[in-house]
């Protein structure tokens, strides 16, 4: 999980109530991404990018917008919170695809929507 | 969208016992990634596939990409209660889409 830093780590929301879920690595990556983790689900990708002013829609978009304006920070934002993404978010970054490159991801934030 | 398919779903095993779990796939995949997973934290990498016949080794685990390109397999020699946590596949279709398919892990157990 080197490099790459998630927060808030626990959350509980309101329905209906917004929050931005914070992401930053420090290994020059060009690629970031989120996933959302669910019980019996795996890992599913939300939304994506390629690098800065990049952005593009993995799995499971809806309910959720992204921006990156700068290659360090990659916040996922919840406009209006429902229930269904009561959830644990990964976000992840890498270098690229190249043999060697992996994916490193961050250690999880908790939300809970009630 | 492409499907991963990872059995077992959950292994509940005695220490000192090899275990192997598989994915499958319905589609080419050009790269395969194992991963695990403790609980609280984020998925850690254990070994990345980039060719189809490639078996390769990090310590007492050993990975396989399948020669057709839609299998690959992890095995674990000699379990110890450490290796106790979700193990995830995870395969790239290639490209410079960067988009990852997972598939729904193995829940190892190992017993003392």
């Known amino acids: 999980n080197a490099g790459v830093t998630q927060t808030p780590k626990f959350q509980v929301l309101k329905t209906g109530q917004s929050m931005t879920l914070q992401c930053a690595q420090d290994?020059?990556?060009?690629?970031m991404s989120w996933y959302r983790q669910d019980p019996g689900m795996g890992l599913r990708l939300i939304h994506y990018?390629?690098?800065?002013?990049?952005?593009d829609q993995g799995e499971v978009p809806n309910g959720y917008n992204v921006s990156r304006s700068t290659t360090e920070d990659f916040p996922l934002r919840l406009l209006s919170a429902a229930p269904s993404q009561t959830s644990v978010y990964f976000c992840?970054?890498?270098?690229?695809?190249?043999?060697?490159?992996?994916?490193?991801f961050g250690e999880g934030s908790w939300l809970t929507v009630v | 969208g492409q499907q991963l398919n990872q059995s077992p779903q959950s292994m509940f095993i005695q220490e000192g016992e090899d275990v192997s779990m598989n994915c499958t796939s319905s589609?080419?995949?050009?790269?395969w990634l194992w991963y695990k997973q403790d609980p609280g934290e984020g998925p850690v990498l254990l070994i990345a596939?980039?060719?189809?016949?490639e078996l390769t080794s990090n310590g007492r685990l050993t990975a396989q990409f399948g020669i057709t390109r839609k299998d690959s397999f992890l095995n674990i020699s000699a379990s110890i209660p450490s290796d106790v946590g979700i193990y995830f596949c995870?395969?790239?279709?290639?490209?410079?889409?960067?988009?990852?398919?997972f598939g729904k892990g193995t829940l190892l157990t190992v017993n003392p």
């Open positions: 992840a970054s890498s270098y690229g695809w190249e043999t060697g490159n992996t994916i490193y």
């Open positions: 290994m020059n990556h060009e690629y």
């Open positions: 990018s390629v690098g800065a002013g990049i952005t």
């Open positions: 589609s080419i995949f050009n790269t």
């Open positions: 596939l980039y060719k189809a016949g």
């Open positions: 995870a395969g790239h279709s290639g490209g410079s889409n960067y988009k990852l398919t």
